[in-house]
């Protein structure tokens, strides 16, 4: 498969516990920051001050007490160890002795308060604090920091859509394709049907009756989705977690809701795939925003590479990187390579026919099941060069 693929790797949190610290003598700055760590499902460490660092055990300390140098309250969290520290900026100044480490903030509330006052800033370098915030104004973000924190989010999952160039193209099938691939190579796998028209990945997987969360469910999310509790609702089958629709009314998802599960999603890690909708609308267009690599799937012949153009263009703009996916030709039809030259597509590969897919489906097993298969083969094929470790992914 042609081409190269970036995957943005950001930093992961410094371990620890998983329970920020917080140090502040602030009784209302701390039922504030008490209150988003709970909005965020944290459990806090609570200290008035960070330890002495020049010293052994009895070197001094807050009120006289002494305490080794990096260790924390009895049962607590230290400030070396703790993977995030929200410093109030009441007790800034007893933090300037404190080693250099990341994921430290300063943070005050600005009731009263003037952000650019000069004093907070120095206190902020002093302390090696990455960023000042201000409550309420910096509240959301905060919250999704401590989040991220509980959910230990390190690198986010590759992202992965598939879309018919064509009606019938084979995009679904090759969705739940990829899907099993990665689950059975033993990547941390979840499919999200994207299509509220198609008919179901669910029926794809063989599991209509399957316990677990549908679309519906989640018509109402806004903002941050926990990616721990996502995965746990979500219907198992072959491996892999599923997001489908039901079989009652038509619910409509609006696009917050698309963009919250995504990004749940992804900050589970491993692999998500998506199966998009040919019509690209505002939901559709929010799922596109979050994905590494579109794949489209285009059959070899004319009027559908004339369909394809128009999706082609209809995906200009809102996804990264869009590349082509030819269903098997038969003698006398087009080659791979001219349908994506027609395109103006890199080719990311030939979709192979299978034999016998109907009569698998019949029996409750999904596209891509037999291992020696061409599709399976063709999928494995495709993780081995997307997983790479490391930006510049071949694929």
Known sequence: ???????????????????????????????????????????????????????????????????????????????????????????????????????????????????????????????????????????SWLVDRIADVVEGAGRPALAVGVIGGSGGAGASTLACSLAVSAARSGERTMLIDGDPFGGGLDVLLGGEGAEGLRWPDFAASRGRVAAGALEESLPQLHGLRLLSWDRGKRVLVPPAAMCSVLAAARRRGGVVVVDLPRRVDEVAAEALAQLDLVLMVVPVELRSVAAASRVGDALHGVARDVRVVVRARLAGELDPDEVAGLLRLPLAGEMPVELGVAEWLARGEPPGTFVWGPLARFCDGFWRRALVAGPGVSV
């Not at 965020?40 to 140098?69: F, N, T």
């Not at 007893?94 to 004093?119: E, I, K, Q, T, Y």
């Open 1 to 139: 498969m042609a081409g190269t693929m970036s995957r943005e790797v950001p930093e992961r949190p410094i371990p620890g516990a998983g329970r920020p610290l917080i140090i502040t003598e602030d009784p209302a700055l701390l039922d504030d920051l008490l209150r988003l760590c709970a909005a965020a499902g944290a459990e806090p460490h609570v200290h008035p001050a960070v330890p002495e660092q020049s010293g052994a055990a009895g070197s001094g300390g807050v009120g006289g007490v002494g305490v080794a140098p990096g260790a924390g309250p009895p049962g607590g969290a230290g400030w070396a160890d703790a993977p995030l520290v929200l410093v109030g900026e009441d007790v800034g100044g007893r933090v300037r002795g404190a080693p250099r480490r990341g994921g430290v903030f300063l943070v005050g509330r600005s009731a009263g308060r003037n952000p650019d006052d000069p004093v907070v800033w120095q206190r902020a370098v002093e302390i090696g604090a990455e960023q000042v915030l201000w409550l309420p104004n910096s509240e």
